[in-house]
């Protein structure tokens, strides 16, 4: 099954993704973690990524859909995956359409603005293996250390308020679009992602399922 998972940022596409991960044993691509790597390892696209992060603005589309390419040729992505963060652009929905992948469900996970500020001023990463926490709603076993992988807890860069606002701009003008595209493709169902992660986890479970 090849899934896409549509949402705001912080609306919790990583979070359901390492469910449904779980659940459906198929690997979760995700375009923002593949990006912090290469920024972390210094390559030439995390370079070049890099300005646009920072800022809350989207990386180009050809850097991104090249990345996306390879990483669907792999072996582990063959018998279906679940795609976090990618599409986010009319262009790139278009351009998985032209590879020829079959894409079964896209499901949106709907939380307004004003909730994600919250969610995002209190989240807590792991640049190491992507896992991600909550201070309040998910947090780690110990303190400032991932459950996964035993390394340092951190905040993102792009989870300073004003970079938050820029996000959920970009997100409104240039991924909502995307909405209209797969409904015209009668694959989007949208749940509602306000409740907690379990009943979210339930909600976006019976979408994919349904
Ligand atoms: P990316 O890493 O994809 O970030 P994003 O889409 O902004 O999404 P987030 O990772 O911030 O949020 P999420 O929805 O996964 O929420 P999470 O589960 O963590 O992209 C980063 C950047 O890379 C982009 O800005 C762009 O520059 C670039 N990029 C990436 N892909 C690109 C592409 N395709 N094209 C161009 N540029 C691209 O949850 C958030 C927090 O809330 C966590 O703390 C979590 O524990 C908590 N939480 C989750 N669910 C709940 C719940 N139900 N109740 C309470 N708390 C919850």
Excluded: W
Excluded at 53 to 59: I, P, R, S, W
Excluded at 92 to 120: S, Y
């Amino acid at each position: 099954m090849n899934l896409i998972l549509l949402g705001a940022p912080g609306a919790g596409k990583g979070t359901q993704a390492e469910v449904i991960c779980n659940a459906l044993n198929i690997p979760t691509i995700s375009t923002g973690n593949m990006l912090r790597a290469a920024v972390k390892a210094g390559t030439e696209y995390g370079l070049k990524a890099k300005a646009a992060m920072d800022a809350g603005a989207l990386v180009s589309d050809d850097i991104v859909i090249g990345i996306l390419k390879d990483r669907i040729a792999e072996p582990d992505a063959q018998n279906g995956f679940i795609l976090d963060g990618f599409p986010r652009t009319v262009p790139q929905a278009e351009a998985l359409d032209a590879m020829g992948v079959t894409i079964d469900k896209v499901v949106e996970i709907f939380v307004p603005d004003e909730t994600i500020k919250q969610r995002l001023s209190g989240r807590r990463v792991c640049l190491d293996c992507g896992a991600t926490y909550h201070v309040d709603f998910k947090p780690s076993k110990v303190e400032g250390v991932c459950d996964v992988c035993g390394k340092e807890l951190v905040i993102r860069k792009d989870d300073q308020p004003e970079t938050v606002i820029s996000r959920l701009k970009t997100y409104h003008e240039q991924t909502a679009p995307l909405k209209d595209y797969y409904l015209a493709q009668g694959k989007l169902v949208t749940v509602t992602g306000q409740d907690s992660v379990e009943e979210t986890s339930r909600l976006t479970l019976e979408a994919i399922n349904g």
